[in-house]
């Protein structure tokens, strides 16, 4: 019997790796026109202020709309876009449409420009492209959008490994007003020096940090200290991932100035963004 059950185990096992390749290989097949298919669309989830609960910024995150396999998460899709070869070409296209979402926005609800701000994720790829600077201006430009409007989210990882020039290239991208943040701070290769090498604007604590508050008193030291070294240098923190009254009193408390999470809202749609936040 145990042999049978040994043996079921495999069968299972096998099944679900088959499965998962399948999935994989049918997807491969059809990111190569996904682009231009137009499958491919943005959430956005709003960033709070900690005192006013105003909305103040928003996150674009980009979505698949498959044919059959339904709404895919990034986390589904982008590391096979990167092996091949399409993350730049996604990355654009999310970029000019945050851009021009959020310039119809300001148009339609006479927004001024320090009211919202529009944060867009930029993938190791991006980062490296020597064309970033003029990529980034030229999304700006294509709707008219001023720079100071726009926050980059970069990692820790995909600046860890980068050669000198890239701190040229992001030097000349905030000289053009464009904002700067460090994603998931905290996981990976945190290091102090990325903080000062880098022109960072904010700091976004990592959800996980969040998620694990009131578990281990120890680690929600690391999380007062985390917030309140970003603060002493002068950066503007903002918690991710918040999902509990307690985690938001506690982060208002330890002075976090942005707030996002399931807690306020989810990433939803551009429509439902607008009924929500902005139709008054
Ligand atoms: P991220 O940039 O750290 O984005 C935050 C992720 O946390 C999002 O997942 C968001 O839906 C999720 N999240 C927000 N609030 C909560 C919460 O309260 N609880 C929990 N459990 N999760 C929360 P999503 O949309 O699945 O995106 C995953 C990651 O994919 C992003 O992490 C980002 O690294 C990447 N990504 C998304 N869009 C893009 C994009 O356009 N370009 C690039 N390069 N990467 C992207
Ligand atoms: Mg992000
Ligand atoms: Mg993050
Ligand atoms: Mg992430």
Not at 134 to 160: F, G, H, K, N, Y
Not at 197 to 216: C, E, R, W
């Amino acid at each position: 019997k145990a042999k049978q059950t040994g043996r079921n185990k495999v069968c299972l096992y096998n099944g679900s790796l088959h499965q998962e390749t399948q999935k994989k290989a049918l997807l491969e097949q059809d990111i190569h026109q996904a682009l231009a298919l137009n499958q491919f669309t943005v959430h956005y989830q709003p960033q709070i202020c900690a005192r006013t609960l105003k909305v103040k910024g928003v996150e674009a995150l980009v979505r698949w709309q498959h044919p059959t396999q339904g709404m895919l998460s990034p986390i589904m899709f982008l590391e096979l876009a990167e092996e091949l070869n399409l993350i730049g070409d996604i990355g654009q296209w999310v970029l000019h449409s945050a851009c021009h979402q959020l310039k119809h926005w300001q148009r339609q609800y006479h927004l001024n420009d320090d009211l919202l701000s529009m944060s867009v994720n930029l993938s190791t790829f991006q980062l490296q492209d020597i064309n970033l600077l003029s990529l980034v201006s030229d999304a700006l430009a294509s709707c008219d959008l001023s720079p100071s409007c726009l926050e980059l989210e970069i990692t820790e990882s995909s600046i860890i490994h980068s050669p000198e020039n890239i701190v040229e290239r992001l030097n000349e991208l905030t000289q053009q007003g464009v904002k700067l943040s460090l994603d998931d701070f905290g996981t990976g290769y945190s290091s102090i020096k990325h903080l000062h090498l880098f022109p960072i604007h904010s700091l976004k604590v990592d959800k996980s940090f969040i998620a694990a508050y009131k578990q281990k008193k120890s680690q929600d030291k690391v999380l007062e200290a985390m917030i309140k070294f970003a603060k002493y240098l002068g950066l503007s923190v903002i918690a991710e991932g918040v999902e509990t009254a307690e985690q938001l009193a506690f982060c208002q408390a330890q002075g976090c100035d942005l707030i996002q999470g399931y807690y306020y809202s989810k990433p939803i749609s551009a429509i439902d963004f607008e009924a929500k936040y902005l139709i008054k």
